[in-house]
């Protein structure tokens, strides 16, 4: 099973309301990250969790809240956002390794539209 | 800054033929190469890898090979068939896991 599951599918939401995203693994990965990717243009990393605790986050605006409440899963909390904000948003899943490489898995997104 | 680049945009190639997918990076630190593939509205899917140890990996009909001193990565694709129609990235990463940085992709269109 390599499947990273991300719901919902797509969404669209105020710039005053909160919404989540979800994203689920059940490949005993130990690293996952959020991915936003514009029209045309290459994936951007926004956070990495490793072993559920927040390794990375890319200087992302505070309106964007990560959460990682055990192995499995990651959410994406996302308050008063604004339309430049609409884009699709990639969960992805890796191991963790201390040496040698390992490939990451990424979900079908959310597709999110900001009005 | 754009660390790994893909000049070229899009790539048409008859149904059959080799793919040739050119990646450039600038970043010396970065030992492990990951190509993608993605359709529209869809997640990146994993296709093969490399690190930088090695020059070459294969896997069925696709093959890619990394030159360290030029900083150059090719993906090739032979044949081509039309379901590879679809926009290859180019990514790269420093100990092999985290932060992935990738190309701005290019179109393959395979065409009969």
């Known amino acids: 099973d390599t499947e990273v599951t991300q719901t919902p599918k797509h969404l669209v939401m105020g710039m005053t309301n909160k919404k989540s995203l979800k994203c689920e693994q059940h490949?005993?990965?130990?690293?996952m990250y959020w991915y936003k990717q514009k029209a045309k243009k290459p994936p951007e990393l926004m956070f990495v969790?490793?072993?559920?605790?927040?390794?990375i986050n890319e200087s992302v605006p505070s309106r964007f809240s990560p959460e990682c409440p055990n192995s499995s899963l990651l959410n994406l909390h996302l308050h008063a956002l604004q339309p430049e904000d609409s884009a699709l948003y990639l969960c992805?899943?890796?191991?963790?390794?201390?040496?040698?490489?390992?490939?990451?898995?990424f979900g079908q997104g959310t597709r999110l539209t900001v009005v | 800054d754009q660390q790994v680049k893909q000049n070229s945009p899009s790539l048409s190639v008859q149904e059959g033929r080799i793919s040739i997918l050119n990646c450039d990076y600038t970043?010396?630190?970065?030992?492990?190469f990951l190509w993608y593939k993605k359709y529209p509205a869809e997640g990146p899917t994993f296709l093969i890898s490399?690190?930088?140890?090695?020059d070459k990996n294969e896997d069925g009909r696709f093959t890619v090979f990394l030159n360290k001193s030029a900083k150059h990565l090719s993906l090739h694709i032979v044949p081509s068939q039309p379901g590879d129609s679809a926009v290859y990235f180019c990514?790269?990463?420093?100990?092999?896991?985290?932060?992935?940085?990738f190309g701005a992709g290019t179109q393959v269109v395979v065409t009969p």
């Open positions: 990514a790269a990463s420093e100990k092999g896991w985290g932060k992935l940085q």
């Open positions: 970043n010396s630190m970065f030992d492990y």
């Open positions: 490399i690190s930088s140890i090695k």
């Open positions: 992805a899943s890796s191991q963790v390794v201390n040496r040698g490489n390992t490939e990451a898995f």
């Open positions: 969790y490793s072993y559920e605790k927040l390794s």
């Open positions: 490949m005993g990965h130990r690293a």
